[in-house]
């Protein structure tokens, strides 16, 4: 008997009515045949409202006591799930993380999943009920509560899929699907229809905020498709799966941009062994993560020019140690530009078409858009903009690549 993975976000389960929805979902695939697994998010913002509780009890709680009080929230969304599915007439249990042998590592707030036992599982389900697991959380080796960072209820709903073997890992949300582009931002934007695992990788860590990059790894790891779709509709939504060889008739699937970055860059850096080694080492010390590293030599490959990409927030942090390094080594200029955003191209055809780079800066160029930093990889191409040209460069390239269009009709 095939076996279906369906996650529900918190705001498809905020109200008692969109529970009941969610149960009705369930049951329809039980009844079609199938063994269901459920994993749920916390109702709406609950998570976010237990996050302002704890803050306002103390500006540093521990932890641990972070995931006592965070864990809570997917076990009312469990217990509730269940209620309804036996108000339905229908038999289903509910299970906490620990409840279901989901082991992480002791990682509080932010832990990850070593392995998750089946026999709890196997046995609700070889009985005939629908098994709700409270996504998010697990129990570390010596038995205390974990939760696995925001957002990852994805990523407890595609590793059980992974464990057991599913045919199909459903994440219900409250979008249609993954689209070309986000279409708060993207009036013309349309709904991808199949999507591969490494695209959708690229597309989350460029900014598009649809699914928990860490859920996707496990799809791709053990390869079970993922179908992102909209819970209060029957349409299909986007299948994200293994790369197929008609996807890379398409050049670009999707463009995203990501707002709140700032670009550093060091001029006359003296070209000798060990000072990226330093300047870096210096940066990672604040635990500020950067991003698109670009240098370049000039002058006899005397001097560098060194580039990159941190969060807004870390700028003035990152410019701070970067001129305190520039002192000691020599380097004739820092300069930080706070207000700057990043595009990116992203598509598996980019490996077979050639000239998607000189579209995308024709692109920008017809806009009279300035580009700053440019980085590529095998499927992606980004670079840097000034913020106030951020919007008009995303829509220009939507356009440029014909996304508005049924991927059938694309050219390069
Ligand atoms: N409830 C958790 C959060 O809000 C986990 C999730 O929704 O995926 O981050
Ligand atoms: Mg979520």
Redesign the pocket.
Same mark, same amino acid.
């Given at each position: 008997m095939s076996l279906i993975v369906q996650k529900f =976000? @918190?705001t498809s389960l905020a109200d008692a009515e969109k529970i009941h929805r969610a149960a009705r979902r369930a049951i329809r695939s039980k009844l079609g045949g199938q063994r269901v697994v459920i994993v749920v998010?916390?109702m709406g913002k609950?998570? /976010?409202q237990l996050i302002a509780l704890s803050a306002a009890i103390s500006s540093d709680p521990p932890k641990r006591e972070l995931d006592m009080l $965070?864990a809570t =929230?997917?076990q009312v969304s469990i217990a509730l799930m269940a209620m309804a599915i036996h108000a339905a007439g229908h038999e289903a249990i509910s299970l906490t993380g620990a409840q279901l042998g989901l082991v992480t590592d002791s990682m509080h707030t932010r832990a990850r999943i070593q392995r998750i036992s089946r026999d709890r599982l196997d046995r609700e389900l070889d009985a005939g009920k629908i098994v709700i697991v409270a996504?998010?959380q697990g129990i570390d080796s010596s038995g205390e509560l974990t939760? $696995? @960072?925001? @957002?990852?209820? /994805?990523t407890t709903a595609a590793a059980l899929a992974a464990t057991l073997g599913a045919e199909i890992c459903e994440i219900n949300t409250d979008v249609d699907g993954v689209y070309t582009a986000d279409p708060r931002r993207v009036p013309l934007a349309r709904k991808i229809d199949e999507i591969s695992y490494d695209e959708m990788l690229e597309l989350a860590a460029a900014g598009a905020g649809v699914m928990?990059s860490r859920a996707i790894e496990f799809g791709k790891k053990y390869n079970v498709p993922i179908h992102v779709r909209n819970s209060l509709t029957d349409e299909k939504g986007t299948m994200v799966m293994a790369e197929t060889p008609g996807m890379e008739a398409v050049s670009v699937r999707g463009v995203t941009l990501r707002e709140g970055v700032a670009a550093i860059s060091l001029s006359g850096v003296p070209s000798k062994s060990g000072v990226a080694a330093k300047i870096f080492r210096a940066v990672a010390e604040r635990d500020v993560l950067v991003d698109d590293i670009v240098q370049s030599i000039y002058d006899n490959r005397r001097l560098a020019h060194v580039a990159f990409v941190v969060a807004a927030e870390d700028a003035e942090e990152t410019g701070a140690v970067c001129r305190t390094i520039a002192a000691d080594l020599g380097i004739e200029r820092v300069e930080v530009e706070a207000d700057v955003s990043k595009l990116s191209v992203v598509g598996v055809g980019m490996r077979s078409h050639s000239g998607i780079a000189a579209k995308m800066f024709d692109a920008l160029a017809a806009k009279g858009i300035n580009i700053q930093n440019i980085s590529t990889s095998e499927i992606v191409l980004s670079c840097v903009v000034r913020s106030k040209d951020g919007l008009a460069a995303l829509q220009a390239l939507h356009a440029a690549f014909d996304l508005d269009k049924p991927p059938t009709t694309h050219e390069v």
């Amino acid at each position: 008997m095939s076996l279906i993975v369906q996650k529900f =976000g @918190g705001t498809s389960l905020a109200d008692a009515e969109k529970i009941h929805r969610a149960a009705r979902r369930a049951i329809r695939s039980k009844l079609g045949g199938q063994r269901v697994v459920i994993v749920v998010s916390a109702m709406g913002k609950t998570t /976010d409202q237990l996050i302002a509780l704890s803050a306002a009890i103390s500006s540093d709680p521990p932890k641990r006591e972070l995931d006592m009080l $965070l864990a809570t =929230g997917e076990q009312v969304s469990i217990a509730l799930m269940a209620m309804a599915i036996h108000a339905a007439g229908h038999e289903a249990i509910s299970l906490t993380g620990a409840q279901l042998g989901l082991v992480t590592d002791s990682m509080h707030t932010r832990a990850r999943i070593q392995r998750i036992s089946r026999d709890r599982l196997d046995r609700e389900l070889d009985a005939g009920k629908i098994v709700i697991v409270a996504g998010f959380q697990g129990i570390d080796s010596s038995g205390e509560l974990t939760t $696995l @960072g925001r @957002g990852a209820s /994805d990523t407890t709903a595609a590793a059980l899929a992974a464990t057991l073997g599913a045919e199909i890992c459903e994440i219900n949300t409250d979008v249609d699907g993954v689209y070309t582009a986000d279409p708060r931002r993207v009036p013309l934007a349309r709904k991808i229809d199949e999507i591969s695992y490494d695209e959708m990788l690229e597309l989350a860590a460029a900014g598009a905020g649809v699914m928990h990059s860490r859920a996707i790894e496990f799809g791709k790891k053990y390869n079970v498709p993922i179908h992102v779709r909209n819970s209060l509709t029957d349409e299909k939504g986007t299948m994200v799966m293994a790369e197929t060889p008609g996807m890379e008739a398409v050049s670009v699937r999707g463009v995203t941009l990501r707002e709140g970055v700032a670009a550093i860059s060091l001029s006359g850096v003296p070209s000798k062994s060990g000072v990226a080694a330093k300047i870096f080492r210096a940066v990672a010390e604040r635990d500020v993560l950067v991003d698109d590293i670009v240098q370049s030599i000039y002058d006899n490959r005397r001097l560098a020019h060194v580039a990159f990409v941190v969060a807004a927030e870390d700028a003035e942090e990152t410019g701070a140690v970067c001129r305190t390094i520039a002192a000691d080594l020599g380097i004739e200029r820092v300069e930080v530009e706070a207000d700057v955003s990043k595009l990116s191209v992203v598509g598996v055809g980019m490996r077979s078409h050639s000239g998607i780079a000189a579209k995308m800066f024709d692109a920008l160029a017809a806009k009279g858009i300035n580009i700053q930093n440019i980085s590529t990889s095998e499927i992606v191409l980004s670079c840097v903009v000034r913020s106030k040209d951020g919007l008009a460069a995303l829509q220009a390239l939507h356009a440029a690549f014909d996304l508005d269009k049924p991927p059938t009709t694309h050219e390069v």
